[in-house]
């Protein structure tokens, strides 16, 4: 029930594509939602998270869909870039008491 | 604002030895800090969660012993890796919560430190 459960594992995109990472959980008790971007031999910088309380939130070109009944969360990069080449990692906690659940990373490469 | 930081960025040590690692969080007071490692292509594996003041909470499977954690200040944690041996190399992450801040829930991660065991 503490897992969250994240897809794909890899991702190729063109530049100026859409990337979209899927994540999801069981514990109807999490209630917030972060994304993590990681570079090489770098610690995770927060990207953008969102509570429960609504559907979608956007920053820049950062968009993440939150689906309460489905129990599922996504990050949608637009017009993708070289530079956003990394892994990303979905995160779940409770009321931010709980240590941070991570999902399993999605390592996304944006080519040319 | 929120920025955590980690010393040494990487150390080279020989099995047997300890090895230090402290993890700063330069502009908030971090009530709660958490220490992580990372393999190679894996996600971040919770090693424990550090309150200060209080004693740390160890993840199961993960030796107390051996990862003695120290949270003595609002604004460090230590992590000793004692009697370190090979398959101690990793890459350990700490965290902290600005629990003063606007932004309780958010947790900021440090840049990490390699260690290598030889």
């Known amino acids: 029930q503490q897992q969250v459960k994240q897809s794909p594992q890899s991702l190729i995109v063109q530049k100026g594509g859409i990337s979209i990472i899927n994540c999801a959980y069981e514990?109807?008790?999490?209630?917030?939602f972060p994304w993590y971007q990681q570079f090489p031999g770098k610690g995770p910088a927060l990207l953008i998270a969102?509570?429960?309380?609504?559907s979608e939130k956007k920053e820049g070109r950062f968009t993440i869909s939150f689906n309460k009944s489905a129990k599922q969360f996504s990050l949608h990069i637009m017009d993708s870039q070289p530079g956003d080449s990394a892994t990303y990692f979905c995160?779940?906690?409770?009321?931010?008491?709980?240590?941070?659940?991570f999902g399993k990373g999605t390592r996304l490469s944006v080519i040319a | 604002g929120a920025v955590v930081s980690q010393h040494p960025s990487r150390v080279i040590c020989k099995s047997g030895t300890s090895v230090k690692i402290e993890c700063r969080s330069l502009?908030?007071?971090?009530?709660?800090m958490f220490w992580y490692r990372q393999f190679p292509k894996q996600s971040l594996m919770l090693m424990a969660t550090?309150?200060?003041?209080?004693?740390?909470?160890?993840e199961q499977g993960v030796e107390k012993d051996k990862f003695l954690i120290n949270h003595a200040s609002l604004t460090l944690s230590t992590l000793t890796v004692t009697s370190a041996h090979p398959e101690d190399s990793s890459f350990y992450i700490c965290?902290?919560?600005?629990?003063?801040?606007?932004?309780?829930?958010?947790?900021?991660f440090g840049p990490g430190t390699r260690l290598t065991v030889t």
């Open positions: 995160a779940a906690s409770i009321r931010g008491n709980t240590p941070l659940v």
């Open positions: 502009d908030f007071q971090a009530t709660t």
């Open positions: 514990n109807t008790a999490f209630d917030y």
């Open positions: 550090s309150n200060e003041g209080s004693k740390a909470t160890y």
């Open positions: 965290s902290a919560r600005d629990r003063g801040g606007g932004r309780p829930y958010e947790q900021y």
């Open positions: 969102i509570r429960p309380d609504v």
